[in-house]
């Protein structure tokens, strides 16, 4: 059943039953967190209880406070009695306007008002400086403890003055501020005003005579602007009344030093003028026909053309004349024809020199029309502008005149309207007395308080939970280490380590056992046609279960019949004892090893459970050196052909090197861990240094595990411990 040199050592590890890479994170696992929530269920339910005393305790400080609720009706149209505008118009239904009713309302001016009118500053509800002091609540404040810490650290600091009347009355007028709130029905003209105080009845009272204060203040607002109206219209009135006067008085002045005529006589005049103009462009026009006619008869008579002449001129003498000589000429009777032109030039010139008196005629007549024109001009310029003037004056005496009596209207109207004003708001609904405290909300206070706490809880526990670096289950130590998990041990039911062997002997169906036989078969089914002979169990860290197991391994083997060693290799520690009756003389493997002994003089057999131990002894050589010497690999050769299952304790990987010296001669090395106690970068690390020596590990073992804890953690794949357990007898 011997293994060959050169195979020992490196005894193939299954191959891990999960796809997840090493060192990833699992994904959502419903039943793991509400596992998790069930494990934290009492710590959740102390939190609550205590989140809930939190809150209790706050609401002891707290005092009640009361509500009450007054409505505002706002009218935005008005029945105007009068008919007349009035000075200060309604909000009407402008978003804007109506919102900053809710500032007016809550305004310091308001409700310095208030504070003056119902004299709340001898009111203890808003006048700080009036209260009682506080009871042993105050401690209950944040403000009070870190107040009194400070004291005690950096001693008692400056007294406080005591605030002045004035900063009294600001503080109170701030209270009030703080105490009332106004808001719009939705949908309305509705407007509520609520006020809160300690006292229900003073709340009510409050809010009625806030609303009242509000009316008046606005039907107040409209008298002061309807007065202020009627004093400058009464000083405007006067001034316009001055300006009219003086308007009036001008236009008199005027007239009288002024010479005007009708508006009449002056179109007439304008009229005569144009006449003018126009005689005169016909005199010239007669002037200049009259020249050309003497400048043309000049012509014709140049060609002695006589008849054209006649023609032109259109005289009967003349016309004759120049028909007798065109007869003439036709007769050759020359002298006659002389003088009959003779004659004819005589008439003409008598005829050219009435022409030239005409020119010079209608010349004079044209002087004396242009000469009235420019005097009528002057004239009508000088009657344009004074009318003009005029004009102007009357018409800013009309205009004064209308402004004066617009205004004076305005005076009348605005005198009528300081008797009908009316505010454009009532109160709709009055407060009454609140019968429930508005503030504060006790039963939320005390959920919201509960519901932290659990919160809080839970929150701890994922934290805790996620903070976790130790391995809970098999799935978790493939995951991290990508080693298969052989085997779970849970914890033996015994209080001493003496106790664990006989434990597997009278209870050899017990979870525990079974766990041991679940975890030998796993080591001997790896690898059926060369089973490892040489097992070698070790762990990161001291008291990670490794020599139990290892015990429990060779009991277990040992009850299949076959020839089992067991062999102590931890000699620093030498736990052997605590579990075999072994006898005190001197002498074990490092006397075997030395030569000093042979090995049937120091090995031990127990015959309650037919092992043959061979425990280690206390020396001061380097264990490491002789374990990795040719004569202890000898040895375990020499115990190969003596045994059929030689099994080996060694010390912790971490701890000493032994564990890397012995498993290069051992066919499987088995690593124990400790189940929710080895951390995952203790393992990680022991992993390391076997493998920088290239000893391949046989599979990991779970030790020590808390069968109802792990179901309990949510760990499916253990849930049949508990729907087997009908199998075992613990």
Known sequence: MGLDTDTRGTYAAPQAS?????????????????????????????????????????????????????????????????????????LGRDYFLLESQIEILESGR??????????????????ATLRPPEGWTRWLSPSTVIGELRELVLGPGE????????????????????????????????????????????????????????????????????????????????????????AERAVEEYLSSTTLVSEEALAM??????????????????????????????ELRAADDFSGIARLVGEPRLVGLANDIARLGENGQAARRQRLIDQFDAELARVKQRLSASVERLASQKQSVESTIKEQEAKLDTQSKSLVELRQLEREAEASRLIYEFFLTRLKETSVQ??????????????ERPYAPSSPRRNFILLAGGGGGVLLALALAFLVERLNATFRSTEELERYTGFSAIGTVPTAPVNRRRAVMQYLTERPTSSFAEAIRNLRTSILLANVDNPPQVIMLTSSLPQEGKTTCCIALAQISRALGKKTLLIECDIRRRTFRTYFDLPEE?????????????????????????????????????????????????????????????????????????ARVIGRIADAVVFCVRWNRTTRDTVSEGLRLFSQVNIRIAGLVLSQVNLAKMSRYGYAQYGYYKEASKYYHD
């Open 159 to 246: 007294p406080e003055e005591e605030p002045t009347a004035e900063e009294i009355r600001r503080s109170v007028v701030a209270s009030l501020r703080n105490a009332i709130s106004a808001q719009w029905l939705d949908g309305t003209y509705v407007l509520i005003i609520r006020l809160t105080t300690p006292d229900p009845e003073r709340s009510a009272e409050l809010a009625n005579q806030v609303a009242n204060y509000y009316i008046l203040d606005q039907l107040e607002a409209k008298f002061e602007a309807t007065r202020q109206a009627t004093e400058w219209l009464t000083d405007r009135v006067s001034e316009l009344q001055t300006e009219l006067e003086e």
């Open 418 to 431: 300081e008797g009908v004003q009316r505010p454009d708001a009532r109160v709709l609904t009055k407060a």
């Open 110 to 127: 308001l409700m310095d008002r208030v504070v003056s009118e119902l004299n709340l500053v001898d009111d203890p509800i808003f006048n």
């Open 269 to 298: 005049s304008t009229r005569q003028l144009k006449e003018l103009r126009e005689r005169v462009t016909s005199l010239e026009e007669e002037r200049t026909n009259t020249i050309a006619r003497l400048a043309r008869i000049d």
């Open 586 to 658: 001197k002498g074990a493997v490092l006397s075997v090893l030395s030569g000093q002994r042979s090995f049937e003089e120091v090995v031990y057999h127990d015959e309650a459970t037919g092992l043959d131990v061979l425990p280690g002894e206390e020396s001061s050589v380097n264990a490491a050196d002789v374990f990795a010497s040719h004569r202890f690999a000898e040895f375990v050769a020499d115990m190969r052909r003596r045994y059929d299952f030689v099994f080996i304790d060694t010390p912790p990987v971490l701890a000493v090197p032994d």
């Open 18 to 90: 999960n796809t997840v890479e090493p060192g990833r994170e699992p994904e959502f696992d419903l039943r793991r967190t509400l596992s998790t929530l069930w494990r934290a269920k009492w710590v959740v339910l102390l939190f609550a209880i205590a989140g809930i005393g939190i809150a209790y305790a706050m609401l002891l400080r707290i005092t009640p406070l009361y509500t009450a609720e007054t409505r505002v009706l706002w009218e935005v149209e008005q029945t105007n009695v009068t008919g007349i505008d009035p000075v200060s118009q309604g």
